[in-house]
């Protein structure tokens, strides 16, 4: 699988992921050509907007900036107008559906900060030509370089404050820390907006988090130049183009385990359902020996770290232990999707296991077919039958 890595250690913006992605190898004829396909013009006969590309370094690292010289703009543009120049150019369909995807996140999200509807949204600084030109021209750059997939690190926002058109406003801006929701933020002390609502918009819209540089076969890195010289570190936006090793989904979970030897073994599925209950993702109980010859079980339970107190409070409520080891586990995991089978006996869901595009496992939900079995009244395997792929059934 193609995967862009994106190092946000300096923040990301538009024109810093266009010129990291000119620096990677993105032809400049090229994208010039593609962005002729976007009628943005205010007259009939030439564009009203000029890229600036150059050559710049950042403490003594080199790197690509670009800027969109435009005109000076007094329209504003909202959501419907914006898509409809997208719908309406040359660009291939891929293009299109990222441009498109990556406004409407950022339309979503300047909704909701200004507590108005989607469409009644107005882009003011997003809504100009340069940001246009950023949110295409990353699309087209995706698209040359055929990647599939996005990985961020956590991502650094800046601090203090700014001036929008809508006043004074702290860093990150309402509409970068909306967009930002779900993913690793952090603030090194710079006075400065180094995460844009654009740069926000491009992760939100297309990336997912990573902790660390993924398993790539590198075979292209570019580093986009920021317009602030920043005095603690270069001010870049670098990324890293390759195939992946192996598309697995990676994680971090807590791993919080007890040994317990003093427990009614007739209180041990209790405890499990309330692990499970306050948030446990498995539990499980296994026999161990432990001194003295005293049989024991181990009691594991795996969560999100976010929810370590409430499972830690059932481990406490429901068992005889007085303590737990908690561990950080590194998962790697296959994509998981969830389909909804239509049978003769009801609807089924089918969990399916994805490694990249690759459908590696094929599960229906065990408690959907027994339901369907009891109501019905047949047996369990004649339900299991009619949800099993076409190409499976006679030899089943």
């Given at each position: 699988?193609?995967?862009?890595?994106?190092?946000?250690?300096?923040g990301?913006?538009?024109?810093?992921?266009?010129?990291?992605?000119?620096?990677s190898?993105?032809?400049?004829?090229?994208?010039?050509?593609?962005?002729?396909?976007l009628?943005?013009?205010?007259?009939?006969?030439q564009?009203?907007?000029?890229?600036?590309?150059?050559?710049?370094?950042?403490?003594?690292?080199?790197?690509?900036?670009?800027?969109?010289?435009?005109?000076?703009?007094?329209?504003?543009?909202?959501?419907?107008?914006?898509?409809?120049?997208?719908?309406?150019?040359k660009?291939?369909?891929?293009?299109?559906?990222?441009?498109?995807?990556?406004?409407?996140?950022?339309?979503?999200?300047?909704?909701?900060?200004?507590?108005?509807?989607?469409?009644k949204?107005?882009?003011?600084?997003?809504?100009?030509?340069?940001?246009?030109?950023?949110?295409?021209?990353?699309?087209?750059?995706?698209?040359?370089?055929?990647?599939?997939?996005?990985?961020?690190?956590?991502?650094?926002?800046?601090?203090?404050?700014?001036?929008?058109?809508?006043?004074?406003?702290?860093?990150?801006a309402?509409?970068?820390?909306?967009?930002?929701?779900?993913?690793?933020?952090?603030?090194?002390?710079?006075?400065?907006?180094?995460?844009?609502?654009?740069?926000?918009?491009?992760?939100?819209?297309?990336?997912?988090?990573a902790?660390?540089?993924?398993?790539?076969?590198?075979?292209?890195?570019?580093?986009?130049?920021?317009?602030?010289?920043?005095?603690?570190?270069?001010?870049?936006?670098?990324?890293?183009?390759?195939?992946?090793e192996?598309?697995?989904?990676?994680?971090?979970?807590?791993?919080i385990?007890?040994?317990?030897?003093?427990?009614?073994p007739?209180?041990?599925?209790?405890?499990?359902?309330?692990?499970?209950?306050?948030?446990?993702l498995?539990?499980?109980?296994?026999?161990?020996?432990?001194?003295?010859?005293?049989?024991?079980?181990?009691?594991?339970?795996?969560?999100?770290?976010?929810?370590?107190?409430?499972?830690?409070?059932?481990?406490?409520?429901?068992?005889?232990?007085?303590?737990?080891?908690?561990?950080?586990?590194?998962?790697?995991?296959?994509?998981?999707?969830?389909?909804?089978?239509?049978?003769?006996?009801?609807?089924?869901?089918?969990k399916?296991?994805?490694?990249?595009?690759?459908?590696?496992?094929?599960?229906?939900?065990?408690?959907?077919?027994?339901?369907?079995?009891?109501?019905?009244?047949?047996?369990?395997?004649?339900?299991?039958?009619?949800?099993?792929?076409?190409?499976?059934?006679?030899?089943?």
């Amino acid at each position: 699988m193609k995967t862009l890595y994106l190092d946000c250690s300096s923040g990301i913006s538009g024109n810093m992921f266009l010129g990291a992605l000119l620096d990677s190898g993105l032809p400049v004829d090229f994208l010039k050509n593609e962005l002729r396909k976007l009628q943005i013009t205010n007259d009939k006969s030439q564009t009203n907007y000029k890229l600036q590309i150059t050559k710049a370094k950042k403490h003594g690292v080199r790197a690509i900036h670009l800027e969109v010289k435009t005109k000076k703009q007094t329209k504003t543009r909202n959501l419907k107008d914006i898509l409809a120049i997208i719908g309406k150019s040359k660009l291939n369909s891929n293009t299109k559906q990222i441009s498109s995807a990556i406004f409407r996140r950022l339309a979503e999200a300047e909704a909701k900060v200004h507590d108005i509807s989607i469409n009644k949204v107005h882009f003011h600084e997003v809504g100009a030509i340069d940001s246009i030109v950023d949110i295409v021209g990353a699309a087209i750059g995706l698209n040359y370089f055929g990647v599939e997939e996005i990985r961020t690190s956590p991502i650094n926002v800046g601090s203090g404050w700014i001036k929008t058109s809508h006043g004074r406003l702290p860093i990150p801006a309402p509409a970068t820390s909306e967009l930002l929701k779900g993913f690793s933020i952090y603030n090194s002390g710079i006075k400065k907006e180094l995460t844009t609502p654009t740069g926000a918009a491009i992760i939100s819209a297309l990336a997912k988090k990573a902790d660390s540089l993924p398993r790539l076969k590198v075979e292209a890195i570019g580093s986009g130049a920021g317009t602030f010289n920043l005095a603690e570190q270069p001010n870049l936006l670098r990324i890293f183009i390759g195939e992946s090793e192996l598309p697995t989904e990676k994680d971090v979970v807590l791993q919080i385990e007890t040994n317990i030897d003093d427990l009614d073994p007739r209180l041990y599925d209790k405890a499990i359902a309330a692990l499970m209950k306050a948030g446990a993702l498995d539990a499980f109980i296994e026999p161990i020996r432990m001194k003295k010859r005293r049989n024991a079980v181990q009691l594991v339970a795996l969560c999100r770290p976010e929810d370590k107190e409430p499972v830690l409070e059932a481990v406490f409520d429901k068992t005889t232990t007085l303590g737990v080891r908690i561990f950080l586990v590194l998962r790697e995991k296959l994509n998981r999707k969830i389909k909804h089978l239509k049978t003769r006996y009801g609807k089924v869901k089918i969990k399916l296991g994805l490694l990249g595009r690759k459908i590696k496992t094929y599960a229906p939900e065990y408690e959907d077919l027994k339901r369907l079995a009891k109501k019905h009244r047949v047996p369990l395997s004649r339900i299991t039958h009619t949800t099993l792929p076409r190409s499976s059934r006679a030899v089943a």
